[in-house]
Each structure stands twice: as structure tokens, then as C-alpha cells.
T-cell receptor, first 113, second 115 residues
Framework: DAKTTQPNSMESNEEEPVHLPCNHS???????IHWYRQLPSQGPEYVIH???SNVNNRMASLAIAEDRKSSTLILHRATLRDAAVYYCILRGDGGSTLGRLYFGRGTQLTVWP | GAGVSQSPSNKVTEKGKDVELRCDPI?????LYWYRQSLGQGLEFLIYFQGNSAPDKSGLPSDRFSAERTGGSVSTLTIQRTQQEDSAVYLC?????????????FGQGTRLTVV
């Protein structure tokens, strides 16, 4: 299964935009890029996903590079509640399932007031 | 309930004892997953159930670990003869179906401490 690479940690000030990068250089053409986040002492929660085009929802935006080898999760105005570990994972249809995918250690986002 | 429910939320057990962890998925979700998360680590896949298909057990770390899903709903993860290295948060997730575009919904987890 294709794996992803993320920075271990990032910091931001409250109400500033945050750009969380993810590299997935071995992504296949049918892999979707998903982002989850895990707040302290909670299970992960879904944030957003995309295939080729940029995506927006109420939580965040996802910018996908033209060659799909990288993507960026964008939080437009960080709040203290956004402090969490953010995971970038790939979901494919080539027999792989969420269960077999590599969550990795994600990016720990710290938001300063 | 509206979400995935796990019980107990915390479990302390003595080394060598057996433990059972329970997961109630969201009603109607056919896919169910178990993960383990050790302190400061990412999520480690354990086992996956999809409908009536044979479960994917490829992530179970040893034969002391087993899981079942009764009636396509509730799942139980059993750890026999617990060891200290089994201490972790055990997370359960469910999904309406398992496709590349569906999201998974996670429970709050069971924190297992083996003393």
C-alpha cells in the first residue's frame, strides 16, 4: 500500500491559516487522499477527502498537486479546538481497505492563543 | 446511539488475565475495524470485518488476540493471557461500506492497562 510522509509537528497562532503538507509520491491513479484528525483523548475523526480536484467543506480545504504526489490540508482560521494530530492516508480500490492503510504518526498541530 | 460505542472506556487488568473489549458500531454499517494505538504512536491495524465475508485478520499481533462480530453488528476483541506490551488504547471504527470514498467513524476507544 502507498504510504504518506508528514512533518512530525507544526505550530500556528489562533485565527491564522494553517497549511499541513503531505507527500505521497507512490500514489496510484485510483487512490483517494483522505485526512483524519485526532483530538486529545478521542478517536480519529474524518476531515476531508479528494481524488484530483481541490475540495472544500465546512472543516477545511484540500489542495491536491497536479501530479498528485502531494497534497495540503488547509485550515483557513485555526482555533484552539483545531489542536490535534492530523493524519493523511490513502484509500484505494485495488483490494486495499481502510484497515490495511498506514496511518503513520501524523502531524501534531499546536495552536497558540 | 448516534456514534460508535466502546466499552469499557478504561480497563486495568493483571498480567496473564484475559480481557474482552466491546464495540457497538453505528447501526447499518457493514464494515468494522479494530486498531491499537500505543502511547505517542500512530494507529496499528488489527482486524477488519465486512458484512458476511471472512474477516481480515492480518494485523493481529499474536494468536492471543481474536475478534468476532455477531449478527453483523456488535464486535468483541479478546486478548488472552495479557502481557504488559498489550497496554494501549484499542479503537474501533465502522463504515457504511468499504469503498475509497467512504469515511470511517471511530469510537472513543478502550484504554487497556496491564499491570
Amino acid at each position: 500500500d502507498a504510504k504518506t510522509t508528514q512533518p512530525n509537528s507544526m505550530e500556528s497562532n489562533e485565527e491564522e491559516p494553517v497549511h499541513l503538507p503531505c507527500n505521497h509520491s507512490t500514489i496510484s491513479g485510483t487512490d483517494y487522499i483522505h485526512w483524519y484528525r485526532q483530538l486529545p483523548s478521542q478517536g480519529p475523526e474524518y476531515v476531508i477527502h479528494g481524488l484530483t480536484s481541490n475540495v472544500n467543506n465546512r472543516m477545511a480545504s484540500l489542495a491536491i498537486a497536479e501530479d498528485r504526489k502531494s497534497s495540503t490540508l488547509i485550515l483557513h482560521r485555526a482555533t484552539l479546538r483545531d489542536a490535534a494530530v492530523y493524519y493523511c492516508i490513502l484509500r484505494g480500490d485495488g483490494g486495499s481497505t481502510l484497515g490495511r492503510l498506514y496511518f503513520g504518526r501524523g502531524t501534531q498541530l499546536t495552536v497558540w492563543p | 446511539g448516534a456514534g460508535v460505542s466502546q466499552s469499557p472506556s478504561n480497563k486495568v487488568t493483571e498480567k496473564g488475565k484475559d480481557v474482552e473489549l466491546r464495540c457497538d458500531p453505528i447501526s447499518g454499517h457493514t464494515a468494522l475495524y479494530w486498531y491499537r494505538q500505543s502511547l505517542g504512536q500512530g494507529l496499528e491495524f488489527l482486524i477488519y470485518f465486512q458484512g458476511n465475508s471472512a474477516p481480515d485478520k492480518s494485523g493481529l499481533p499474536s494468536d492471543r488476540f481474536s475478534a468476532e462480530r455477531t449478527g453483523g453488528s456488535v464486535s468483541t476483541l479478546t486478548i488472552q493471557r495479557t502481557q504488559q506490551e498489550d497496554s494501549a488504547v484499542y479503537l474501533c471504527a465502522s463504515s457504511p461500506r468499504d469503498t475509497p470514498v467512504t469515511e470511517a467513524f471511530f469510537g472513543q476507544g478502550t484504554r487497556l492497562t496491564v499491570v
